[in-house]
């Protein structure tokens, strides 16, 4: 099972927004309304930002949204700040044997 | 609080075996499945496996095809723990290592993470 295509990075400038693709196929993204997207700041552990493709934990700022059209979901963070940069991961549930399948990852930096 | 606490960094041979622990609190640990995620140095995420506490039946365990056969995830109830380990370590098993809760096996929500253990293998 392959990762999940993500781009490797982008960069936006404070209050700015930016968005972050996750693409898969019809075994995982296309399949399930099933994506979430996850922050991990350097030596830290992985934070749950999205899941379901568009739904944010309560504790998650409401700048952070989440959509999805086809095989592609995207990750859109609006009025970017300077704590926003960090690594992002998307992730699906997949119809194969491996069950969870996550992208490559993208890096934010916030200029 | 919804709290996962992992146990602390180990360093290791390789050929030697390991175990390291999750210990689950502020939840019911029996009706969550807990999952384990490696990330090696610099690299990304992959999912490894997951275990339901709750049942004890073999099939209350599943494993990606990567990492089949080469680690086995368990748990104890009585204690709120799941392990994960290995019998004979490679240094290609230098990583990384978290925990998660997952709330439905038929999904990819990871809504809790511990803080990670990290495994270094080398001679």
């Known amino acids: 099972q392959s990762a999940l295509t993500q781009p490797a990075s982008v960069s936006g400038s404070p209050g700015q927004s930016i968005t972050i693709s996750c693409t898969g196929t019809s075994s995982d993204v296309g399949a399930y309304n099933y994506v979430s997207w996850y922050q991990q700041h350097p030596g830290k552990a992985p934070q749950l930002m999205i899941y379901e493709v568009s739904n944010r934990p309560s504790a998650v700022s409401d700048r952070f949204s989440g959509s999805k059209s086809g095989n592609t979901a995207s990750l859109t963070i609006s009025g970017l700040q300077a704590e926003d940069e960090a690594d992002y991961y998307c992730s699906s549930f997949t119809s194969t044997s491996t069950l969870v399948v996550f992208g490559d990852g993208t890096k934010l930096t916030v200029l | 609080e919804v709290q996962l606490v992992q146990s602390g960094a180990e360093v290791k041979k390789p050929g030697e075996s390991l175990k390291i622990s999750c210990k689950g609190s502020?939840?019911?640990?029996?009706?969550?499945?807990i999952g384990w995620v490696r990330q090696m140095p610099g690299k990304g995420l992959e999912w490894m496996g997951s275990i339901y506490p709750g049942n004890s039946d073999t099939r209350y365990t599943r494993y990606s095809p990567s990492f089949q056969g080469q680690v086995t995830i368990s748990a104890d109830k009585s204690v709120s723990t799941a392990y994960l380990q290995w019998s004979g370590l490679k240094a290609s098993d230098t990583a990384m290592y978290y925990c998660?809760?997952?709330?439905?096996?038929?999904?990819?929500?990871?809504?809790?993470w511990g803080q990670g253990t990290l495994v270094t293998v080398s001679s």
């Open positions: 998660a809760r997952n709330p439905d096996i038929n999904s990819d929500i990871l809504d809790y």
């Open positions: 502020g939840y019911s640990f029996t009706t969550y499945w």
